[in-house]
């Protein structure tokens, strides 16, 4: 299998005032399509961190990151819009929807940005996956929780990404609600996306493939039974 | 779905304060378009009202400019009188196309308007139709005799006499009736309001014998004025007034005016400006993390530049809309305003909103649209989705 993904020794420091804080000390690792890996650890740990660059969100202090065979290290931000646009989905634990706008105009953002024709067809498809399709006209501030991660999952979708990145994509949801977007989850990784989600949440990291921990801004290995610290 | 409508539908998130800056667009854009509404139609209301009287050059008793200027085209009393005789003298000039002398007077009425007011009257001869060929009767006749006992009544005031042609008018404090032999058609001009009765019985009547108020001219050839008013030099008694004079000489008055309005609307188009950009600022701060994850997701800098720009440039649009509308619907109020306020006002539509300047007042306020969200869009643009997205948590 191809990697779609991969990430040498990447750090990222942060200065404050004297103090340099290593939020990423050598990280190694890479994903291939269809894989989906959890990240798990402490609080202040890096997750976030690292979510932030291998999505080209944030440039890393050193190391290297590839994504779909390119190097996107020293890309330019404009370059950066396109991997973006092209290759990377988010999901947010707050979802971030344009709360003035409906469900469907919400989901269409990406093509607005992209500047392509929108695809009716293609957005039925994406919203009837996620179980939208219903709700589309209304303005998503009237939405539930979990419709809103609904919506925001479709909203990545659109430009059919090859990862899909999710920074605690459960936290706020309930019980049920998170089973059902994680069997959505599911869905999508047998159809060949790779999906990277960092969480606090270690029954959802536990139905993942791969675990990878972090802690203090590096990769540890542990054992299944130590998974709780 | 267009940048354009996610601007649009953003303005309605905080409508009250939408509203209220929409509003000081507005205000701003209604106080413009009525004061340079108000320019246009005040020039144009003078120039017809200079126009309409016929003559280029009056020659008057001498006496403040000021003073005779305003007199004349808006009648009063405190008339000065020249002798008959240098009518006889100017005359003979070549250069005049037409002339005609007048005898202005005006009669205190106790019963006038409920609370007595003055009525003018005024004595003219037959030349006086030659320079106004536009005058025409309602009903009636030219006076049938140049020394009769009878009057011609000025559109306005027949109405207000309530006299038709036949009718006898009662001259008060003077204990002398007329018989009215005609009544003239509106001219637009103050003419309107003047009883006017042959010179020759004005100057009987009036007890002003071989006395004259003014002498209208028209010149074969305007360039020849200033040599024609140079040879009136050596008359003591008179001075000569051009139109074109008059024209300025009101102007100047109306100037002081113009020039606090004018800062005025200086001053509310800055406020206005301020507001928008204070309201831009304040939505892009508020959505700092909704522009992160619009970068996140693919936007670029012009794409958030745009947004923040699109939804100035409504706001400024849609105030100067209603700043148009607000304009219009009050021009009638500012018409009344000025005519209390300004030393002469001309008959006629003082405030003249054409849709040339409706059209350039909303380019106008678009173009504040356009300066007041370079700003804020260059702020929301310069976000680093980063940082934007983590502000929040
Ligand atoms: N912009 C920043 N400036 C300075 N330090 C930062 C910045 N962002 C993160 N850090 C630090 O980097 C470390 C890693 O933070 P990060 O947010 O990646 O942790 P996390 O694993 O996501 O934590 P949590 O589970 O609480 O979300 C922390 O010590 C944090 O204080
Ligand atoms: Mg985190």
Redesign the interface.
Same mark, same amino acid.
């Given at each position: 299998m191809d990697n779609i993904l991969e990430s040498k020794s990447i750090k990222k420091y942060y200065h404050r005032g004297s103090e340099t804080v290593k939020a990423l000390d050598g990280v190694d690792f890479e994903i291939a399509s269809g894989e989906m890996v959890a990240i798990v650890g402490p609080s202040g740990s890096g997750k976030t961190t690292l979510m932030?660059i291998i #999505?080209c969100?944030?440039n890393p202090t050193e190391g290297q990151l590839k994504i779909a065979g390119k190097d996107v290290t020293n890309y330019t931000? #404009?370059q950066l819009?396109k991997i $973006? $646009?092209e290759n990377i989905g988010?999901v947010?634990q707050?979802f971030?929807l344009?709360?003035?706008?409906t469900a469907k105009?919400n989901i269409?953002?990406?093509f607005?940005? #992209?500047k392509k024709s929108?695809d009716p067809q293609r957005i039925n498809t994406v919203m009837e996956r996620v179980g939208i399709q219903s709700k589309q006209n209304i303005q998503v501030n009237q939405l539930s929780g979990g419709d809103k991660q609904r919506c925001c999952l479709a $909203? #990545?979708l659109m430009?059919d990404p090859a990862i899909l990145i999710a920074d605690e994509p459960t936290g706020k949801l309930e019980t049920q609600v998170r089973d059902a977007i994680f069997s959505l989850f599911d869905e999508l990784v047998q159809s060949g996306l790779a999906i990277f989600i960092a969480t606090h949440d270690l029954e959802l990291a536990e139905k993942t493939q791969r675990i990878i921990h972090l802690q203090d801004g590096k990769i540890v290995q542990r054992e299944e039974s130590s998974l709780y610290w | 779905m267009k940048l354009f409508i996610i601007a649009f539908k953003n303005l309605k998130r905080k409508k009250t304060r939408s509203v209220l800056t929409i509003g000081g667009v507005a205000i701003a854009v209604a106080v413009l378009v009525s004061l340079l509404g108000f320019n246009a139609g005040y020039q144009i209301a003078l120039n017809n009202d200079v126009d309409k009287m016929g003559y280029q050059v009056l020659v008057t008793a001498k006496g403040c400019p000021y003073e005779a200027a305003t007199l004349m085209l808006k009648g009063g009393g405190g008339l000065r009188f020249m002798e008959e005789e240098v009518f006889d003298r100017i005359v003979q000039d070549e250069r005049i196309d037409k002339i005609t002398p007048q005898l202005i007077n005006t009669v205190f009425d106790a019963d006038k308007d409920g609370g007595g007011g003055f009525t003018m009257f005024m004595g003219i001869e037959k030349s006086y139709l030659t320079l106004k060929p536009w005058t025409e009767f309602k009903e009636g006749e030219w006076f049938s005799d140049e020394n009769a006992d009878e009057v011609i009544i000025g559109y306005e005031a027949a109405e207000l006499e309530q006299r038709r042609a036949g009718d006898k008018i009662f001259i008060p404090g003077i204990d002398k009736v007329l018989t009215v032999s005609g009544i003239f058609e509106r001219t637009g001009t103050q003419d309107d309001g003047v009883i006017m009765l042959p010179l020759k019985t004005a100057q009987r009547i009036f007890d002003l014998e071989k006395k004259l108020t003014g002498i209208g001219i028209k010149l074969k050839d305007m360039t020849e004025l200033p040599a024609f008013e140079e040879d009136l030099y050596d008359e003591a008694s008179i001075q000569v007034i051009s139109m074109a004079q008059v024209k300025g000489t009101i102007m100047n008055l109306i100037s002081t005016a113009q020039i606090l309005v004018t800062s005025v609307a200086f001053i509310a188009i800055i406020v206005a400006i301020f507001g928008v950009v204070n309201t831009i600022l304040m939505s892009v701060f508020e959505r700092t993390q909704e522009i992160g994850v619009m970068k996140a997701i693919g936007a670029s800098k012009l794409d958030v530049f745009s947004l923040i720009w699109y939804e100035t440039i409504l706001i400024c649009g849609l105030g100067g809309i209603v700043g148009s509308i607000i304009a219009i619907l009050a021009g009638n109020s500012v018409e009344f305003f000025v005519k209390k306020l300004l030393p002469y006002a001309p008959e006629g539509n003082l405030v003249h909103i054409t849709s040339g300047l409706l059209l350039l007042s909303l380019v106008g306020a678009i173009v504040l649209g356009l300066v007041s969200g370079i700003y804020p869009a260059y702020r929301a643009s310069s976000m680093r989705p980063i940082e934007a997205i983590r502000s929040g948590e």
């Open positions: 932030n #999505s969100l944030d931000e #404009s819009i $973006r $646009r988010f947010f707050q971030y344009i709360p003035t706008l105009e269409e953002l990406p607005v940005f #992209s929108i $909203r #990545s430009n | -």
